[in-house]
């Protein structure tokens, strides 16, 4: 099989083994267990709250989420354009609709400032959207400490989508601790992975058990299957929780390589024209889950994409904003030019903590080379 260098794949050794084969000789193989609980616990204890949930995936607790706040058909949500899909996908699942806000140039993330705006224009007739789901996006930290004084002004509730920052900070606070309550996702790319799975994270014990209930077929306490509500089987099996308990253990070294891999493309292609790597915003630090490198000219982009590909490189082009994905045409009244630059410019590079030096080296020396090659005759403007 030929050399690959992955985006972001998983990174389990000898720990995860251990935890796997207790889980599998303890007998709990079937979903729930102890490993369940130990996890759940663990995690909320990471994150700085009081509860915990493990879901099936990140996208189940996002609407679980959604219906534990109350959200439901009619209602809007504010979510930023530039995140991947299932941010939006769980509030139609709600019967709700998305209503998309751009970005602010530090994080990429909701801007607080486009989020007032919007809040304003529905507080004067009187129809404020049921939340807010701001995502920091690429394991970066929306701006919290903006975007909670806006809520909190109109009171509007925050659902926070940090399925990608889980180890990230906004104001010395955890990702996933914000607004009435947090998702994580540990799918398989993500900093740590369960191989498929999430959890919600909340200081609202209301919420956590509404959405266990919920995530659990709605099952009622008595001795046979009675239900009242519609339920969802979105619990996390114990096997795979054993696997988080592990990859929780080993989380800060797994950051810690990330932050070293952003920094050493950051020092390889500082002298390259044309591109840059994309660092961090001033209220937080993030995990480094995914590296960014901004390209002056769109064009160029899509070169180095396929040029890395055919050495088998993987990379990926940042998030096409929400607004102009077919599926949600429409819902969103002229451009949001600061999401849709990102997309035009930005590529995401193989960023994995089980990545080598020799393999982030390749990856920068292959860029530099195309790069190099092709220089453009006329400069672009960079954010």
Not at 111 to 127: E, F, I, N, T, Y
Not at 132 to 161: K, R
Not at 225 to 234: L, P, R
Not at 343 to 350: E, I, S, Y
Request: hydrophobic letters at 40%; proline letters at 6%; a negative charge.
């Amino acid at each position: 099989m030929a050399h690959r260098i992955y985006l972001s794949p998983p990174d389990v050794g000898e720990l995860e083994e251990e935890f796997v084969l207790d889980a599998l000789r303890s007998g709990w193989v079937a979903p729930l267990g102890p490993h369940v609980e130990a996890f759940e616990t663990e995690v909320a204890e990471r994150v700085g709250v009081e509860h915990a949930v493990a879901l099936s995936s990140g996208t189940a607790g996002l609407h679980l989420a959604l219906m534990a706040m109350g959200v439901g058909p009619g209602d809007e949500v504010v979510v930023p354009t530039m995140t991947f899909g299932a941010t939006a996908f769980a509030v139609n699942y709600t019967g709700a609709h998305p209503t998309f806000v751009d970005s602010e140039p530090l994080s990429w993330n909701m801007d607080p400032v486009r989020l007032a705006d919007l809040l304003d224009s529905r507080a004067r007739v009187g129809q404020l959207p049921a939340a807010v789901v701001p995502v920091d996006i690429y394991g970066q930290s929306a701006d919290y400490t903006s975007i909670e004084a806006v809520c909190a002004e109109y009171g509007v509730p925050i659902l926070e989508d940090a399925a990608e920052a889980l180890g990230a900070t906004c104001g010395g606070h955890q990702s996933g601790s914000f607004g009435r309550a947090g998702v994580l996702s540990f799918n398989g790319n993500k900093i740590m992975t369960t191989s498929g799975g999430g959890m919600l994270v909340t200081d609202d014990a209301v919420i956590a058990n509404h959405v266990r209930y919920l995530a659990t077929q709605s099952r009622q306490p008595v001795p046979w299957y009675e239900h009242e509500d519609i339920g969802y089987n979105h619990r996390l099996s114990n096997v795979l929780a054993a696997i988080g308990r592990a990859q929780l253990q080993r989380l800060p070294a797994m950051i810690d390589r990330r932050h070293a891999i952003h920094d050493s493309y950051a020092s390889l292609l500082a002298g390259v024209e044309g591109v840059r790597i994309l660092g961090e915003a001033p209220w937080g630090r993030g995990n480094a889950w995914l590296t960014l490198a901004w390209f002056d000219h769109p064009e160029d982009v899509e070169r180095v994409r396929l040029e890395l590909g055919r050495r088998g490189i993987e990379s990926r082009h940042a998030w096409k904003p929400l607004h102009l994905q077919p599926v949600f045409a429409g819902l969103t009244d002229g451009p949001l030019p600061v999401a849709e630059s990102l997309f035009d410019h930005g590529l995401c590079l193989p960023s994995g903590s089980v990545l080598s030096d020799d393999e982030v080296e390749e990856v920068a020396g292959c860029i530099a080379e195309v790069m190099t090659d092709h220089i453009p005759a006329e400069r672009g403007e960079r954010p």
